[in-house]
């Protein structure tokens, strides 16, 4: 009887032992394959110069990007650091090789410096990255303090 118990005792170690290696096995199989298959997200710029615009102009730019994985690129959330920014992601996933965009528009009858980062997230392989729009908003119609005159306050 004992001798028959550890000979049981000894298959089920080896047939466990097996059974792990394959597990094993098959989990590094699966995440090699999950890696070969990633979208990846490449932008034509990751910054938007603005320039100087005046109060009311055309606020809205776009980032252009491409898929370059080989998956495809589900764009699931843009976020901007402000409310004067509203940016708009694309709504269908970005087959890979393809090109989409992302729209950004800032609220011009707001005067003052333009410093705004959008956040993107994805499923790709870099799942977040950050755009910054720049530049500066003026209002044509006033006047700055810094703006030389053809005479001082003295001269008058």
Do not use: W
């Not at 097996?18 to 034509?44: D, M, P, R």
């Not at 970005?94 to 011009?108: A, H, L």
């Amino acid at each position: 009887m004992k001798k028959s118990l550890n000979l049981h005792l000894n298959l089920n170690i080896t047939t466990m032992k097996k059974i792990c290696t394959l597990l094993l096995l098959s989990f590094f199989a699966l995440n090699v394959f999950a890696q070969e298959n990633v979208a990846k997200i490449e932008f034509e710029s990751t910054v938007i110069d603005y320039g100087t615009i005046e109060k009311g102009a055309d606020g809205v730019r776009v980032f252009k990007f491409t898929n370059t994985g080989n998956a495809p690129l589900i764009v699931s959330k843009v976020k901007s650091s402000c409310g004067c920014t509203v940016p708009k992601k694309p709504e269908k996933p970005i087959m890979p090789g393809e090109e989409g965009e992302i729209q950004v528009k800032y609220d011009t009858n707001r005067v003052n410096p333009i410093r705004k980062t959008i956040t993107v997230t994805s499923n790709a392989d870099t799942p977040t990255v950050a755009l910054k729009i720049k530049g500066t908003v003026i209002d044509p119609n006033k006047t700055s303090l810094m703006t030389p005159t053809k005479k001082s306050v003295v001269e008058k």
